[in-house]
């Protein structure tokens, strides 16, 4: 069911849209399916169960971190994740440039952006974001790259909100692109879940997380 599932979904998407399988609290049995599918980037949200993941499962796994990530555990993320989604402030972007500094590695980030509704959501709001790239300090964190932008659209019923979120973070994308220190990198946009991915893919998305409806309710 599960490598239904997977290839059901990739029939949907474009070829320039990748998806990211989120694992999260499921086994590696599920994990195992989807990648006898083909699959090879799944979604991870707490450090700890990313690293037993990662060391117990194929090492051709890119692991994405897309969960809240505390400055305390970046030390345990930024050498097994292929990407972090959810760089929800500068200072955090601090703390993963400093501990790859340490352990001589360079982190792939993306800027997570508040366009929800929502007071739970973490991230920059659109002006703060703006506001960082325009003050010249990413430039001179040398062990980060920011390759895009990160958000997630209210939970509500209304898909024209949500389309309306989605279109106000690919705005703010390309306003970043712009002021961002590699602007080549700057590419990915991580948008849309498992009840509105379509509709992230339509307006923008490069990246899209799904995980419901790849392995079922948890």
């Not at 790859?100 to 792939?108: G, V």
Request: glycine share 8%; aromatic share 6%.
């Amino acid at each position: 069911m599960v490598a239904e599932n997977i290839n059901r979904i990739k029939q949907r998407l474009p070829p320039h849209v990748a998806l990211i399988a989120v694992s999260k609290t499921y086994g590696a049995e599920s994990i195992m399916a989807a990648y006898s599918a083909g699959q090879r980037d799944f979604g991870e949200s707490r450090p700890q169960e990313l690293l037993q993941k990662a060391a117990a499962l194929p090492p051709d796994i890119r692991w994405h971190f897309i969960g809240h990530l505390q400055s305390n555990k970046v030390k345990m993320v930024a050498p097994r994740a292929c990407l972090i989604h959810s760089i929800d402030s500068a200072k955090l972007l601090r703390e993963v440039n400093k501990a790859c500094e340490k352990l001589s590695i360079t982190a792939h980030c993306l800027l997570q952006v508040h366009v929800a509704q929502e007071e739970a959501k973490f991230g920059f709001l659109p002006g703060e974001l703006l506001d960082y790239l325009r003050s010249g300090e990413p430039a001179t964190l040398r062990s980060v790259r920011l390759c895009g932008t990160m958000g997630m659209a209210s939970n509500t019923s209304n898909m024209e909100q949500v389309r309306g979120e989605f279109r106000l973070l690919k705005q703010l994308h390309g306003q970043s692109k712009a002021l961002a220190p590699q602007p080549e990198l700057f590419t990915q946009i991580s948008m849309g879940m498992s009840g509105d991915y379509p509709i992230a893919v339509e307006e923008g998305a490069t990246l899209v997380r799904v995980g419901t409806l790849i392995f079922g309710g948890r």
